[in-house]
């Protein structure tokens, strides 16, 4: 059965996070075209196809969508002509996106959306030199992205809401959770945060503080559970007791003046750093592969998921809204 436009998604780039969109839009009765120069994507994709497949329907509690039909296809031209929706998931090159962006333009349709998986790229460094630059937006998963919901959407200086909103409802109906960061800035939102707890971490690494299993273990074993369910400050609010988060601030406030951490600065990564990181992660976790840690991260993500859902709460809450969706579209049986 040929679906309509608005269910029809290209993959421009198909490596882990183009393989990941892939995965998220079939299993959610889309047809997707990838367009990715690389002899190995079919491969390579098969592999995510396959983690997605094992762990993605383990979310819902409804029947899934039929599964749309996958299609390789040999250019940009072909894969994008009948999308409504296309991804762009090309290396962080700022002229490889340009050049994937006019090719793209040249070939499809006017209402279509394309999404930028970029994590730094800000939208109007994107849209540089293009014939429809409200056309072309952030749109930033996390990997996982077939089960990660969050989708960083970023319109960028050139704001068009109508197409804004369509994104959104996009998104959402995939079972994702679009979050409409406001303004562009550097890395967005969620890669901040990242990048500061990165740097601190390569510090506590180079001077010897800490062995990479160790810093994992201080995020695995304390605030990394709390912030899967509560965040940052719903977090801090409940540590600041029954005076909420105003006495929080009071009482932990101070501390932001002592010199806790490096976080403008980068350590140099030396070939001596590098190979004791390499090092560390390797007697850390070398007695897996790549693709048993997969599994092992998607096994644990849909366990605390499915844990959040029991309690209607974060994530979870997601979870319920999407399997209503789900209810209510019709299925091939029914």
Known sequence: MKRPHNKVAAIVGGGVIGGGWAARFLLNGWDVTVFDPDPDAERKLAAVLDNARRSLPQLSDVAAPDEGTL???????????????????????????????????QHCRAE???????????????????????????????????????????????KEHERVAAAQTILTGIGMKPLVVRQEIDAHIADRFLEAVWREALWLVKDGVATTEEIDDAIRYGFGLRWAQMGLFETYRI????????HFIEQFGPCLQWPWTKLMDVPELTDELVNTIASQSDEQSGAYTIRELERIR?????????????????????????????????????
């Open 71 to 105: 299609t390789f296809s040999d250019s940009i031209a072909s894969a994008v002509q009948h999308a409504g929706w296309i991804q762009e998931s090309v290396p962080e090159r700022l002229d490889i996106k340009h050049a994937t962006f006019h090719d793209i333009q």
């Open 239 to 246: 540590a600041g007791g029954e005076a909420g988060m105003a």
């Open 298 to 334: 998607d096994d644990n993500l849909v366990g605390m998921m499915r844990a959040l859902k029991e309690r209607n709460w974060g994530a979870g809450r997601l979870l319920r809204e999407h399997d209503e969706r789900l209810r209510e579209q019709p299925t091939s049986n029914g």
């Open 112 to 158: 279509a959306v394309i999404g930028s998986s970029t994590s730094g790229f800000k939208p109007s460094e994107l849209q540089e030199g293009a014939s429809h630059p409200e056309q072309i937006m952030v749109a930033h998963p996390f990997n996982p992205v077939y089960l990660l919901p969050l989708v960083e959407l970023v319109a960028g200086s050139v």
